[in-house]
């Protein structure tokens, strides 16, 4: 008998409803011995307890250790009181890794070469939260840390080594010199570390122009909050769209996994969503998380599979190609597993 894996699952606001129980219902069938326990969070958790990350809900997170969220409608005013649950819960669980693998699935809006990781720091630079206004100018401070650049940059060369990757190490040194300066210099020791790793480095604006060029030309970038954000959404663009897009974040005794996109006002309650890249974000965490190699492969492959067959959801079916909803989706990928 295998090791128990217990899961908190929050499905939050909108899609994330829809694509997180999908999600639980592919990993079911592929671990066993997975202990569920359900949360909430998110915008209508807020309206309702005035809270949009309860007490209960972060215990529940320490206790199982691993976290599958959905996503939040987190309201673009400000409103007294509230917070992003996802962000706060990302600091309070020291989650400092984000990786998003970004893959080229067989579907007409993904680009075939693309197989890349972006890594990225979750818990520095422009994101600390540390902004004022004197006047009418604003600053906001970026703080990049010898420590966290170096934790960051171990988690990268770590994922490189088994698929023979090559690190490329994104920065802007050329203009930010202290700042990009202390994180190049601190990937760069790492690096040296790594012998048997590749390793390059890249100017991030340079790095976007040449990704969409030539999106099979990286294999894994290495990078800063802010650049990391970018660089994935702009990757997930070119894996088919935020609805394929997984992500994992990754700590000393933590792990988040989670799917790049959010609520999806626009479709939430219809049924449509795309139930994979919550799929993956399952995956990540049997990968990565309870080191499960075979019952991650197995859901990508039968990910590959149901793709390979022509099923398409509304967002990733091509022009005149049929679609069908999550719940058909799912039970597709369901069935190739068995
Ligand atoms: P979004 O990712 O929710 O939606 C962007 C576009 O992608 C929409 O057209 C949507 O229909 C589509 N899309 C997203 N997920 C999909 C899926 N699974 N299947 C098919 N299509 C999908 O980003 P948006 O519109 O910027 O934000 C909407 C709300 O979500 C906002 O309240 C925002 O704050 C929140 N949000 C939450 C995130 C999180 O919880 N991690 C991340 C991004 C946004
Ligand atoms: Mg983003």
Known sequence: MSDLHRLCVIPGDGVGKEVIPAAVAVLRGVIDNLEIVEAEAGWETFQQMGTALPAETLDAARRCGSV???????????????????????????????????????????????????????????????????????????????AGSSRIARVAFELARPDKRRVTIIHKANVIRVGDGLWRSTCLEVAGEYPDVENDEGIVDAVAYHLVRDPGRYDLLLCPNLYGDILSDLGAGLGGGLGMAPSLSLGEQYAIAEPTHGAAPDIAGQGIANPIGAILSGALLARHRWQRLNAADAIEEAINQVLDSGLRTPDIAGAGEEAVGTEVMTQAIQDALR
């Open 68 to 146: 599958l969220f959905g996503a939040v409608a987190s309201p673009t005013y400000p409103v007294e009181g509230y917070r992003s649950p996802i962000v706060a819960l990302r600091r309070a669980l020291d989650v400092f890794a984000n990786i998003r693998p970004l893959i080229g699935w067989p579907i007409s809006t993904a680009h075939p070469a693309l197989n890349l990781i972006v890594v990225r720091e979750n818990t520095e630079g422009l994101y600390g939260g540390k902004e004022r206004l004197e006047g009418d100018t604003a600053i906001s401070e970026r703080v990049i840390t010898r």
